[in-house]
């Protein structure tokens, strides 16, 4: 009945990696997104986890591919070959990790210096859970299941009132954290601004703000008339889609990220 929803949207393959420190929920996040399912004692990832989801926009569909990466320290060395002709990354930290931080803003010096120059990077504060449970204040905290919600952008997220670098003056700062924020909100978002980066802060647990790291970076993604016009390719090969037999990223499309459409209003219907 409904011509609209029949017509035939173009899909355009995305290649996205997760790099981060080891347990900050980097395939909590990707369970989130692509399940909107939540595990306590996810175990840590071996190697690379690789997995699909579509997010639907307006007027394209956008498949992620996602290479969700080891954060243990014995398969750094692997991250090159998930991030190479990557077109977007989500470096993720724990704000309740003060390290998680300096190692993210290490992937993100990493991913200039050698993944495709107009990758587009997301920083993601994650498990906003474990502060909120501490200060009780965050307005938007309640999108867990976010079935079917116009997503709602959150670059600013509005937490700070905890916000406090490294020596988290809670009575907590004793534990071995896990209870209290350590990595300031103006500390992800200075180093955003720096870096050219989209910045959230998330709670794979609550999967607040999950769907809108997706949704943001799906709609930095050019549609294919810029694509055509051809500005701005990848310098490196350009592979942009299908995994081939080796489990990387083969695809014959190349996209140019420089027509950036930040914070669009596409929503993601995956
Ligand atoms: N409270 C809370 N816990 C979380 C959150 N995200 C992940 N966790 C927990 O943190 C632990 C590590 O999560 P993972 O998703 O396995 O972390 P990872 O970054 O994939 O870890 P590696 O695979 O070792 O690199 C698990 O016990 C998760 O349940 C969150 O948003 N809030
Ligand atoms: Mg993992």
């Known amino acids: 009945m409904d011509s609209q929803s029949t017509a035939p949207r173009p899909t355009t393959s995305v290649k996205l990696v997760l790099l981060g420190e080891a347990a900050v929920g980097k395939s909590s996040l990707v369970l989130r997104f692509v399940s909107n399912e939540f595990q306590e004692n996810k175990e840590p990832t071996i190697g690379a986890a690789f997995l699909t989801q579509k997010c639907s926009l307006a007027n394209k569909t956008i498949k992620f591919e996602i290479w969700d990466t080891a954060g243990q320290e014995r398969f750094a060395s692997l991250a090159p070959m998930y991030y190479r002709n990557a077109q977007s990354a989500l470096v993720v930290y724990d704000i309740t990790k003060p390290n998680s931080f300096i190692k993210a803003r290490h992937w993100v010096n990493e991913l200039k210096a050698q993944a495709s120059p107009g990758i587009i990077i997301a920083l993601v504060g994650n498990k906003l859970d474990l502060v909120e449970e501490d200060t009780n204040n965050t307005s938007s905290s309640n999108d867990a299941d976010h079935e079917d919600d116009e997503t709602e952008h959150s670059d600013n997220v509005e937490d700070t009132t905890n916000a406090i670098t490294e020596d988290?003056?809670?009575?907590?700062?004793?534990?071995?954290?896990?209870?209290?924020?350590?990595?300031?909100?103006?500390?992800?978002?200075?180093?955003?601004?720096?870096?050219?980066?989209?910045?959230?802060?998330?709670?794979?647990?609550?999967?607040?703000?999950?769907?809108?790291?997706?949704?943001a970076i799906a709609n930095k993604i050019p549609d294919e008339a810029s694509k055509r016009r051809g500005n701005g390719l990848l310098a490196g090969s350009g592979h942009n889609g299908d995994s081939d037999a080796n489990g990387l990223p083969n695809h014959d499309g190349r996209i140019s990220l420089d027509a950036s459409n930040a914070n669009g209003t596409g929503a993601c219907a995956c």
């Open 168 to 215: 988290a003056s809670d009575s907590d700062s004793d534990v071995e954290t896990q209870s209290a924020r350590c990595v300031a909100l103006q500390e992800g978002e200075k180093l955003a601004a720096e870096e050219g980066l989209l910045f959230f802060e998330t709670s794979a647990k609550t999967g607040l703000n999950v769907r809108d790291v997706f949704l």
